[in-house]
């Protein structure tokens, strides 16, 4: 990047680059490995960010890794949710029939009991108790 702007690339061509290399390397497979990943591998992504920002090479509105890892798993699961023929599908289980409602969920699926092997770090089980 230092070599590009060296070179004259204008502003938004570096926005654009980084957004293209490092941001979606970082969003890459982020539901599958983000919840294996510690705070300080989520705090040593944030300086990377944010040194590009400093640097002018990502532009002020890009989100934090938090915020990245967050919307990945959202249009992940939403992507599982509606397409019935996914890979995933058959490890949602059905919704029960109970006859009473404490508060909806946007899914119908039934809540998986949380273990110390079926943590925040499984993606399935952190979308369900997420919605």
């Known amino acids: 990047m230092r070599v590009l702007r060296s070179h004259g690339t204008p502003t938004t061509s ?3 680059i980084s957004r293209a290399t490092v941001i979606t ?3 890459y497979a ?3 490995w983000s919840g294996m990943s510690s705070a300080t591998d989520r705090a040593r992504l944030n300086s990377l960010l944010r040194r590009g ?3 002018g090479y990502c532009s002020n509105d890009v989100p934090t890794v938090a915020e990245l ?3 990945a798993d959202d249009d992940f699961f939403y992507s599982v949710n509606t397409n019935s023929a996914h890979v995933l599908q058959p490890y949602f289980l059905d919704q029960t029939n109970i006859p009473y409602r404490l508060r909806t969920h946007p ?3 039934t809540m998986i009991n949380k273990t110390k092997f079926l943590n925040d770090s499984d ?3 952190r979308m369900v108790y997420k919605y």
Do not use: T, V
């Open 53 to 55: 920002k400093r640097l």
């Open 69 to 71: 890892f967050n919307s």
């Open 107 to 109: 899914h119908n699926m």
């Open 14 to 16: 570096l926005h654009n």
């Open 25 to 27: 390397r970082i969003q």
């Open 123 to 125: 993606f399935i089980s």
């Open 30 to 32: 982020a539901p599958a």
